[in-house]
């Protein structure tokens, strides 16, 4: 069988559990063996350990000889698809169902050595609603984070089927050319946790998560890391506040809903750093609902928008997953969560508004459905002026020229720095949230935004020059200080791999904790 788009298995598993070593009994009901076809043609002892196991038969040397001769000769992946088939054991009263799935064999220079996509549709496709032992036979060790992120992108957490689905345990067992160590398997159960955790906040419709749920959970995520004993603190800004501390683009997209925006700030001091040192800064985009606004969408194009909060979501589980495990140990860490939902109201923004951000630039609204940027601009100024950055990274799903200019599994990185701007595509490829640089030429951009009784507006002129790099460089307009006096900035815009088939994805998670390995 060949694998399809899916990426999302239909069940709910209760717990994912990550191990290195062969695992299992005679109560699972699946083993799921996934790898290369390099791997299979000389099989891990790891992978034919957990099938002896699990057939719980004293002489399994039948049953060993089978698999290995349906995985040398039956399994036929294309260059750009894998394959998979199954095969049922006899054991006992119930039989043990073995799946062999096979990466695609080749892939591109711009792409993920770590096939995780393909690793991510195998399993949803061939997912059954039981307990279930998931092998992955990675062919290099550096990619293990990228498979566990994967296996847990394909088993979302979010449902509110009638009646709900049995829940039931997952183990992942990741095999390695070279033994993985402790630490390894500790981060790595750590993200694929966080990574469920993001899908699930993120799949959320409005009703069940906004912004008085995105503050909570941000509170959470740091009462959870200082109960283990963490150094972090929580700052919010709400309502009124924001508007009297001159944030104007959150309270202005915001101010129309029944729950007031909020600028989040969660902030992680390592041991031995010192307080006030030059600090790593992410910043996210939570437009929990998006209506558009007064510039209105239409049906089709509302529906989903609860997936607006995409960038916000990834970075608040990535700052819990780089605390928890110990990813960031040498400079100050904070989150900023931008929240609001663009609703229709009384007091909803108008087109011709005018409103002034907290940079001091004063923005023309030509476009209420261009609101990210907006909230953004707030975002990274108060970044800038609060919370020493070294390194900025903002992360958004942003615009839909995002999907033609880069697709859908490349985000688009608009960057200020060389250096970064290969360590965030670097990074991209070892953990598969993929990232591909756009031009950054500021002066080509800058125009686009010209005012007539404003600094400029929110909303380009011409649809035809690079919008997705107008988007970031209007994020940029509000920060020229401090890239000025040698920032580095990231932009990444997110907005179609941070969704598949109606399910989040988590796209960023991963991309940040690799970011701090570089």
Not at 180 to 208: F, G, W, Y
Not at 348 to 355: E, F, L, S, V
Request: hydrophobic share 35%.
């Amino acid at each position: 069988m060949t694998e399809s788009s899916t990426t999302t298995s239909a069940f709910y598993p209760a717990s994912i559990e990550v191990n290195n070593t062969a695992s299992g009994s005679d109560n699972v009901k699946t083993v799921l063996l996934i790898g290369d076809k390099s791997v299979y043609e000389s099989p891990c002892q790891v992978s034919l350990d957990t099938v002896r196991k699990c057939l719980g038969k004293s002489d399994t040397t039948n049953d060993i000889e089978l698999l290995k001769s349906v995985w040398t000769n039956s399994l036929q992946p294309s260059k750009d698809k894998g394959e998979s088939t199954e095969l049922f054991f006899h054991r006992g009263t119930s039989p043990l169902r073995v799946v062999m799935g096979v990466l695609p064999t080749e892939v591109g220079r711009h792409s993920t050595p770590t096939k995780s996509h393909s690793i991510s549709s195998i399993v949803g496709d061939r997912a059954e609603n039981e307990g279930m032992v998931i092998v992955v036979m990675l062919s290099n060790a550096t990619y293990a984070l990228a498979a566990s992120c994967a296996v847990a992108r394909a088993f979302p957490h979010y449902t509110r089927k009638t009646p709900s689905s049995n829940k039931f345990d997952v183990v992942l067992t990741l095999s390695s050319p070279t033994p993985l160590d402790s630490t390894t398997i500790q981060r790595c159960k750590i993200a694929a946790k966080a990574i469920r955790h993001v899908c699930a906040m993120v799949d959320a419709p409005c009703n069940e998560f906004g912004v008085d749920e995105a503050v909570s959970e941000a509170q959470a995520v740091v009462n959870r890391l200082k109960n283990l004993k963490h150094e972090v603190t929580f700052q919010v800004i709400r309502g009124e506040e924001l508007n009297q501390k001159g944030l104007g683009g959150i309270y202005g997209v915001g101010r129309a809903a029944s729950t007031p925006p909020a600028l989040i700030i969660c902030s992680y001091l390592p041991p031995n750093v010192a307080s006030g040192s030059p600090s790593i800064v992410w910043v996210g985009k939570g437009i929990v609902y998006d209506t558009g606004g007064l510039s209105l969408k239409d049906s089709a194009n509302m529906v989903g928008m609860k997936h607006d909060m995409g960038g916000a979501g990834a970075l608040l589980g990535g700052f819990e997953a780089a605390v928890e495990g110990g990813w960031c140990t040498e400079s100050p860490l904070h989150y900023v969560g931008c929240f609001a939902e663009n609703a229709i109201g009384p007091l909803a923004t108008r087109p011709d508004d005018i409103h002034k951000l907290y940079s001091g630039k004063t923005v023309e609204i030509n476009n209420t459905d261009a609101e990210g940027r907006l909230v953004l601009s707030d975002g990274v100024a108060f970044a800038a002026a609060h919370l020493n950055p070294k390194i900025m990274l903002d992360m958004a799903t942003l615009t839909g020229a995002q999907g033609v200019a880069t697709g859908q599994k490349h985000a688009a990185l608009y960057c200020n720095d060389d250096e970064l701007e290969l360590k965030v595509v670097s990074a991209g490829k070892l953990t598969g949230d993929l990232a591909h640089p756009l031009p950054y030429s500021p002066e080509y951009f800058r125009k686009e935004f010209a005012s007539k009784v404003a600094d400029m507006k929110n909303s380009v002129k011409s649809r035809t020059n690079a919008p997705s790099c107008c988007a970031g460089q209007f994020i940029a307009n509000n920060m020229e200080n401090y890239l000025q006096s040698g920032g580095k900035w990231a932009h990444v815009d997110m907005a179609y791999p941070s969704h598949e088939n109606e399910r989040a994805t988590a796209y960023g998670l991963a991309l940040v904790l690799g970011l701090l390995q570089e």
